[in-house]
């Protein structure tokens, strides 16, 4: 397992961007698939987006595409989402997950503490 710790989120207004970081304590941040979920209040948590060990696969969920991009940083062991055109909607908390080896939506290993971002109407 790794420690995970997210930072950037905020309250945006709808149509604005904040970009979301996590860093992984350890030195195997490379073998690691990494992902970021959500959870909107009152309801169950839910995938956003992930990517590849190397970077070589990204993964979104329907609901984000052209709007988010995830992407790391394996010389700084920290995995970034960028959140474009954001909307009311997408007001949730969100977390950053490590899986071990490729990326799949179970079997992930560690979770960040969250970090909450609010879309303002």
């Known amino acids: 397992q790794v420690q995970l710790v997210e930072s950037g989120g905020g309250l945006v207004q709808a149509g604005g961007s904040l970009r979301l970081s996590c860093g992984v304590a350890?030195?195997?941040?490379?073998?690691?698939?990494m992902g970021w979920f959500r959870q909107a209040p009152g309801k169950e948590r839910e995938f956003v987006a992930a990517?590849?060990?190397?970077?070589?696969?990204?993964y979104y969920a329907d609901f984000v595409k052209g709007r988010f991009t995830i992407s790391r940083d394996n010389a700084k062991n920290t995995v970034y989402l960028q959140m474009n055109s954001l909307k009311p909607d997408d007001t949730a908390v969100y977390y950053c997950?490590?899986?071990?080896?490729?990326?799949?939506?179970?079997?992930?290993?560690?979770w960040g503490q969250g970090t909450q971002v609010t879309v303002s109407s």
């Open positions: 997950a490590a899986r071990w080896g490729s990326w799949s939506e179970t079997g992930i290993g560690s």
């Open positions: 350890g030195r195997t941040f490379s073998s690691y698939a």
């Open positions: 990517i590849s060990w190397s970077g070589g696969k990204i």
